[in-house]
């Protein structure tokens, strides 16, 4: 299927983007050096060593907002560290169930707006957060990037009141030059688990 959405372009880390990323629920924000973040044990956390995330709103510590290093991650917390390199310290215990935390950098995105809901749904299905693997798209001819083979692919779901979907990594055209911002004809097809 074949809709026009409006193309982000490619991300950075700047605040213009801070809506394209996944956002989950912090549980815990220790008082401790470094500073240990918790989220829900259902998460199935896929961060590794030294991955940037950005976390927000975590009242009651705010040394535990920011953009950091995650390290020492495990089944359901990881580690905050700055971005140099040197552990956070926790000044107090965070308040439960407050904040969230996303990954960075922030990703390119389509917005399929709210009158292509039949895109949104067909793309996201009933799959909950962090589980959801997308479907491949192709802009121009183009379903993956020339210059490293990777396939242009739905990541997650983005803001879901403007029917946003993030991707994989930014648009390229044939060449593997980056599509700049703005309309595009996106063709979404297949299944990212039967290819």
């Not at 535990?64 to 290093?69: D, I, K, M, W, Y």
């Amino acid at each position: 299927m074949t809709f026009s959405c409006k193309y982000s372009g490619a991300p950075d880390d700047s605040a213009a983007f801070k809506d394209n990323t996944q956002f989950f629920a912090v549980y815990d924000a220790s008082n401790t050096s470094p500073i240990k973040i918790t989220v829900d044990p259902k998460l199935k956390l896929t961060l590794k060593d030294n991955d940037k995330v950005i976390v927000e709103a975590i009242e009651g510590n705010a040394d535990a907002n920011g953009t950091f290093l995650v390290r020492n991650v495990g089944r359901s917390s990881f580690e905050l560290f700055k971005l140099d390199g040197t552990p956070t310290k926790g000044v107090t215990a965070a308040k439960p169930k407050t904040g969230r935390w996303g990954t960075l950098p922030y990703h390119a995105a389509l917005d399929t707006s709210k009158e292509l809901t039949k895109v949104f749904n067909r793309v996201t299905g009933d799959d909950s957060d962090g589980t959801f693997l997308g479907t491949f798209v192709k802009v121009n001819g183009v379903d993956r990037n020339p210059k490293t083979g990777i396939r242009f692919r739905v990541w997650q779901r983005g803001k879901r009141d403007i029917g946003q979907l993030l991707l994989n990594i930014p648009l390229t055209d044939a060449l593997g030059n980056e599509l700049q911002p703005g309309p595009y004809d996106v063709t979404f097809f297949g299944d990212v688990n039967n290819q």
